[in-house]
């Protein structure tokens, strides 16, 4: 497994609003984008530490802790989406500008991935060490031999290029880099607060953990006894809910064998990793029992989504959830006011990297899980960013 960090780019996420009337001849027009793109890559605080491994706080039914709503009332839109997504005029220039190769594959994507892992690095997230390490480390492979699953099918739009990388989740890079990438995402949702990478990702995931801890109590079946963690990437989200709920047995799910791989890898010896089963499966097609799981989570999955795919999720979920039991998504909230003003270099980038965004930020998530069979069925907005849709299966 050889990989090369410095060459081809791997995500951002973001774009722009400018008159492209001959994207051919905007050479300067281009360069007004990447350097825009540059000071708001970097625009972020200085702040320390190098994350290692997820470490979760004590779970909110052992602190008592009331739940707090993250997200303030000036961070959330009257609008319901950005008008750089969706059929808007906006989005349809954006659209443009992001399938012209010679601008997007030869210019945005490889300076997009050197601003991003040195904005990175400047912030304590040690970027090319953490994916370096993991390289060099022989458990990895052994990790991927026993947990892929041969008679796995990719699904169609599972295959097209992912946040950068030509073959998206389906590589080493993409899973050596998904935990410095996910510091990197949790430090840019707090930008204002000079706190720690690790630090950020706590914040972030304990307020998903809290709105998922406050709708299970007030409306599932008791304390969960098998929770199943679909998309679960290198794990950081399984290690959290898991946390939470320390009375569960989780799994997470993944179509990656790498992240699967790298999953394993990073939870040895983490405090209830015994809890944990790492299983290379499509969210859509699970292969668990009906009515056998209780609570199915989403976490920054749907975006990586058609619109088809997300409701067959949905479907799936249905099936494998006990009655009474809770559905939980997080991911960028279209409501939001930062993710709606994302400056144009950013939304533009984000755009070309995550091809289902048009889909994500004009799918109702609340109508199809009521048409899917759930009740019950809020949103929470856990910060800034995010929004965290839960529901309960009806029984
Ligand atoms: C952004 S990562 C989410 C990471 C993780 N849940 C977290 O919160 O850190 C999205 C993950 O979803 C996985 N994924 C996407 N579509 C999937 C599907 N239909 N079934 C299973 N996994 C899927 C991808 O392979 C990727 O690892």
Redesign the pocket.
Known sequence: MKVDFLGDPPFVGGCCCFAYRSLHHSLARVLCLVSKMLAAASAAPTRTLAPSATRPRAPAAKRGAAVVNRATASDVSQKEKPDWAGDDLLSKVVDAAINNKVLYEGLMKPMARRTLINTAEKNGVAWRDIAARLEKDPSIQSHFDAIKNDTVEYPEY?LKPFHAYAEG?LCWLAAFEAEPA?YSMALRVYPKDRITAEAAQSRLRDSYTDALRKHHDEHGAGEPKTIL?????VG??TQYISNEFQEAKMIG????PY?LAVAKHRDAGVAGAERREWVH????NTGLPDSSVDIVSL???IH??PEK?TRD?MTEAARVLKPGGTFVMTDNNPKSEVIQKLPPALFTLMKSTEPHSNEYYTVDIEGMLRESGFGEVHTVDTDPRHRTVLGTLNK
């Open positions: 599972y989740n996910t963690d679909v998309g679960c990437s950081i989200s799910m993944d179509l990656s992240m499966g499509l969210g859509e976490a920054f999955v990586e989504c795919a999720l």
